[in-house]
């Protein structure tokens, strides 16, 4: 127990970078009086979607790998290879460089120039580089030590403003995006998907199944049922963090002239919250104890997915030791860092746009195939489908086609339209796939 424990810590911390930090205390107040409902959406797609994601990851004892290989072999090391560069040292890697660098160093220091972005960096990725090298200790680097650090540091500032703030939300909030109960549920729940931690999941899960091989539980059994424990543990962490975050932005009280300034700079609310909270609490101490808070989120998710990626790549071509691996991602990341968050959050949207809807839907085919008989052609023709709506659906949001009635889809409004294309899919597709002689997929766990 106290093994899954300490692995679901270091879940824990790899789902939780600067993003999942700043972005509560943003939802809280523009929430208002309907903090509730939109709470409880964005936490049943927020932190419910990864961890499905991590149990479907030990439905089969190979992982990901394994079942994607029932759909296609091809189709396996395509969409992992994807899934894995893109939120990996393309874009999420040295965006946890960038955001780090500009909640610490960046914010404290006017004008500090591309040298500033350039020497925090190399210290940032040399410190990833190193905590990465052996992956047979990240649950003591991260599990043990790094995330009881930032757990304190966040309840420190999260009590604090307990105490300081009054009992009531200080805002109406944002009334063109949460005009009514159901509409605020609703929007709850887009803003949920599209933290696209979903997308971790995949990457992530393959970690915690060897984490927990390595602690001497092999038993097909007792290895779901620890994953699925440390995956509850790291899920509940995320929610009681998250609900605690928002409903200090919930109560914070700015005034005219401060809103006024955050629009005027184009600030992010988010970061602009956090740290009048911070100092607000604990005065020039909390700007410090904030950048810590952000240098600790940032790491942890770096670690956690430069390893899971090297570990993949290595399973892939092992003459290539995985110490390489470490060294290219990082030096990889180290370079694109220096582009800036802004330019890498913009190269990144339009990629994730058309990953998402095919990994989730992957994912879907996946937890189906366990419950119920369903034989491969359900999911080569589902998968297939999702690849071609995703491809037109991005190239339309993005203005690079036009596609008439495609923004009349349900859903669309809230970047849910692919669902119920999916789930007619896989309905029509089941039951062709009646007629067909195809045995039923069956998941290796012994």
């Known amino acids: 127990m106290k093994k899954q424990l300490s692995i679901g810590f270091m879940l824990f911390a790899m789902f939780f970078g600067a993003g999942n930090l700043i972005f509560p205390p943003k939802l809280g107040l523009e929430s208002g009086h309907f903090f509730w409902p939109v709470m409880i959406g964005f936490v049943l797609t927020g932190v419910g979607l990864p961890l499905i994601g991590v149990i479907v990851g030990a439905l089969d004892k190979r992982g990901y790998e394994g079942a994607l290989n029932e759909i296609s072999p091809l189709y396996s090391i395509l969409l992992l290879s994807t899934i894995y560069i893109v939120i990996g040292p393309l874009f999420s890697i040295p965006r946890t460089g960038t955001t780090a660098y500009e909640l610490t160093v960046g914010s404290a220091i006017q004008n500090p120039g591309a040298v500033g972005l350039a020497l925090f960096s190399l210290v940032y990725f040399a410190l990833v580089t190193y905590i990465s090298l052996n992956p047979t ?84 059994k007792q290895l779901f049922k620890s994953v699925t424990l440390a995956a509850l543990s790291a899920g509940a962490l995320l929610a009681l963090v998250y609900v605690s975050l928002a409903f200090i932005g919930n109560h914070v009280n700015l005034s005219t002239a401060q809103m006024a300034d955050i629009t005027t700079n184009d600030k992010n609310l988010g970061v602009y919250l956090l740290t009048h909270i911070s100092q607000l609490g604990y005065g020039s101490f909390g700007r410090i104890l904030l950048g810590l808070a952000v240098t600790i989120a940032c790491l942890t998710t770096a670690t956690g997915l430069i390893v899971a990626v090297s570990t993949y790549f290595h399973s892939i071509v092992p003459k290539i030791p995985y110490k390489t691996f470490v060294y290219s991602f990082s030096f990889i990341s180290f370079i694109l860092s220096n582009l800036g968050l802004n330019q890498v959050i913009r190269m990144s949207v339009p990629v994730l746009s058309l990953i998402y809807p095919v990994a989730i839907t992957t994912m879907l085919l996946i937890l189906l195939a366990a419950i119920i008989p369903m034989k491969p052609f359900v999911q080569r023709v589902t998968v297939v489908c999702m690849i071609i709506f995703s491809i037109v659906d991005m190239m339309h949001r993005h203005h690079l086609l036009s596609i008439a009635g495609l923004d009349k889809l349900p859903f669309y409004s809230i970047s849910l339209e692919w669902l119920p294309i999916a789930l007619s899919i896989i309905i029509i597709s089941y039951l062709m796939s009646l007629m067909t002689r195809q045995a039923p997929i069956k998941y290796q766990n012994d």
């Open 137 to 220: 200790k990240l649950v003591d680097r991260i599990g043990s030590l790094l995330t009881p650090i930032l757990l304190l540091i966040i309840t420190a500032i999260v009590i604090r403003g307990f105490f300081l703030l009054g009992q009531a939300p200080q805002t109406a909030g944002n009334q063109e995006m949460f005009p009514t109960l159901p509409a605020s549920f609703s929007n709850g729940l887009s803003e949920g998907y599209l933290t696209m931690d979903a997308l971790g999941a995949i990457t992530f899960s393959i970690l915690i199944v060897n984490s927990i091989k390595l602690s001497g539980i092999c038993d097909k």
